[in-house]
């Protein structure tokens, strides 16, 4: 039931980021007088409409996302209309530049500000993301610190233990959670990472750990276990290697999220905020090498979880973290989803508003070097020229949508 609602929540968290997107555009057009005929939520057939003065606003069957229409874009759409003298007046390609550009850029900017909301909703109700317990996860790694696992998986499985599974050699030599590991059979372990690749190379069975509890060090014998995992270098490969039955040691005590008030809340979401974008900045530079990894997934290999995903995929996700009460990642994935979308519409691409914007601007600059050189103005781009590579755009766009969605149903991210 909790996974459905995620879905569905999430689902709706999307469609409406996505319809304000359209209002920003409509909002801005109508403040400098631009005239707006259409504002519409959803595709396909209309289910009901309104008109309030020259707008007609309604919702539509298919809620896959949303428009709204602002007279006259182009040059080209102006000469398509049949306007009045007063209404050509207010058609948008004849407005000054920075009014179109903030226009145009008033959907991202309505992503950049809904994904703040958010992070300050969940900063106040549900939590952020404890830094400690980010530096803790850190740790980790750092140290040979363990946690004893219950049992060893001996198959090179993902899973729980189940009656079948043998008790963990850490468990039944005594070993306890917040032990410190310091040498496998007399050799020094530096980093948890060494310590697993010592309790790897070790033969299966007899073994001297030398191990520190809360100060007192101490040597004990443990049986390891021969286990199939796949090899730290290549994960595609399978090997058989010694098992000890621990992981890295993270302090349970320590919250994953802490919430804040209303004006701590501001400065708290303000640093995940530009942690995010970071963050996303480097996910779009990685995402022409990701793309392969998609094909791999729909063949069957394991699915990367840093691939891109899909509404679908999201969606999924946002029940899996619903299922488990993860509220505060949950709204902090719709958050980071707003500012990529934000972020990806600004690209100067055609049909993006990112080229829309580029588009302007080039036109601007050309009027400004004809008029430096003495020489009549070019006038407004014929969009028709440019259609062909709007198309190219539109069936690469297409066909990564229908790789994703497709991966994202054959062989979806699941939380581990």
Same mark, same amino acid.
């Given at each position: 039931m909790a996974y459905a609602l995620g879905v569905i929540l999430f689902a709706l968290g999307i469609f409406v980021s996505v319809c304000l997107h359209e209002a920003g555009h409509m909002w801005t057009a109508k403040r400098f007088g631009m005239k707006v005929t259409r504002y519409f939520a959803g595709f396909g057939p209309t289910l009901f409409s309104f008109r309030r003065g020259e707008t007609e606003y309604g919702l539509k069957a298919i809620p896959l996302g949303g428009f709204v229409k602002i007279v006259g874009m182009t040059q080209q759409e102006e000469e398509e209309e049949e306007l009045t003298e007063e209404d050509k007046k207010r058609v948008m390609w004849r407005k000054p530049v920075w009014q179109r550009t903030i226009v145009l850029s008033a959907g991202s900017a309505v992503?950049? !500000?809904?994904?703040? +909301? !958010?992070?300050? !909703? =969940? @900063?106040?109700?549900v939590g952020l993301p404890n830094p400690a317990y980010g530096q803790a996860i850190d740790d980790v790694a750092k140290y040979p610190r363990i946690s004893v696992m219950p049992c060893v998986v001996t198959a090179n499985e993902q899973r729980t233990c189940n009656d079948n599974d043998p008790v963990s050699p850490a468990k039944k030599a005594g070993l306890h959670d917040g032990d410190t590991i310091t040498k496998v059979n007399g050799a020094a372990v530096g980093d948890y990472l060494d310590l697993v690749k010592k !309790? $790897?190379?070790?033969? @299966?069975?007899?073994?001297?750990?030398? *191990?520190?509890? @809360?100060?007192? %060090?101490? &040597?004990?014998? /443990?049986?390891? +276990?021969? *286990?199939?995992?796949?090899?730290?270098? &290549?994960?595609?490969?399978? %090997?058989? +290697?010694?098992?000890?039955?621990? =992981?890295?040691?993270? &302090?349970?005590t320590i919250p994953t999220s802490v919430t804040y008030g209303p004006v701590d809340g501001i400065g708290a979401s303000g640093t995940f905020y530009m942690s995010t974008l970071g963050?996303?900045?480097?996910?779009?530079?990685?995402?022409?090498?990701? *793309?392969?990894?998609?094909? &791999?997934?729909?063949? #069957?290999?394991?699915?990367?979880?840093?691939?891109?995903?899909? /509404?679908?995929?999201? =969606?999924?996700? #946002?029940? %899996?973290?619903?299922? $488990?009460?993860?509220?505060? /990642?949950?709204?902090?994935?719709?958050? =980071?989803?707003n500012i990529f979308v934000g972020i990806f519409n600004l690209l100067p691409l055609l049909p993006l508003d990112g080229g829309h914007i580029a588009v302007a601007w080039f036109e601007r600059a050309r009027s400004w070097f004809a008029a430096r050189r003495g020489r009549p103005d070019p006038g407004r781009v014929d969009y028709a020229k440019l259609m062909p590579v709007t198309y190219v755009v539109i069936i690469v766009f297409g066909a990564f949508t229908l790789l994703t969605v497709g991966a994202d149903i054959f062989n979806p991210i699941t939380l581990k």
């Open positions: 992503h950049f !500000i809904l994904a703040f +909301v !958010i992070m300050w !909703i =969940s @900063a106040m109700f !309790i $790897r190379a070790t033969p @299966a069975g007899p073994a001297t750990l030398t *191990v520190t509890t @809360a100060g007192a %060090e101490r &040597d004990v014998t /443990v049986d390891l +276990v021969a *286990v199939q995992r796949a090899a730290l270098k &290549d994960k595609k490969t399978t %090997e058989t +290697v010694s098992a000890l039955g621990v =992981s890295g040691y993270l &302090d349970p963050n996303t900045f480097t996910a779009l530079k990685k995402f022409p090498q990701k *793309v392969p990894k998609l094909f &791999d997934a729909l063949t #069957g290999a394991e699915r990367d979880p840093e691939t891109p995903i899909s /509404v679908v995929g999201a =969606s999924r996700i #946002g029940g %899996e973290l619903a299922g $488990r009460g993860l509220w505060y /990642v949950f709204l902090l994935l719709l958050a =980071s989803l």
